[in-house]
Nanobody, 121 residues
């Protein structure tokens, strides 16, 4: 059973930085699109940033210029570098990936368990 494993969340002061990372726990054939979403208390899950296998990126307006999504295809790992953090960035951050388990399988969507990011003012 493949799972996405996230790391790097925590507590940081406003203006600070954090880096999140995420990778599948087991062996896979290939990762297509990968990215990050977040959900604050009482709000719906929203896009943070996504990145294609060819490294084309897409950002939410609220994160443009402050967050950077990147990936290492050899390690099937996606990263989120978060700078100039604001209290409104406080949320549970979820990793997303579209994975192929083997060369015969169809791509499937996977989600991580979520990692808490708290930004204090």
């Amino acid at each position: 059973q493949v799972q996405l494993v996230e790391s790097g969340g925590g507590l940081v002061q406003a203006g600070g930085s954090l880096t999140l990372s995420c990778a599948p726990s087991g062996s896979i054939f290939r990762a297509n699109a990968m990215g990050w979403y977040r959900q604050a208390p009482g709000k719906q899950r929203e896009l943070v940033a996504t990145i294609t296998r060819g490294s084309s990126t897409n950002y939410a307006d609220s994160t443009k210029g402050r967050f950077t999504v990147s990936r290492d295809n050899a390690k099937n790992t996606v990263y989120l570098q978060m700078n100039s953090l604001k209290p409104e960035d406080t949320a549970v951050y979820y990793c997303y990936a579209q994975l192929l388990r083997d060369w015969l399988s169809s791509p499937q969507d996977y989600w991580g368990q979520g990692t808490q990011v708290t930004v204090s003012s």
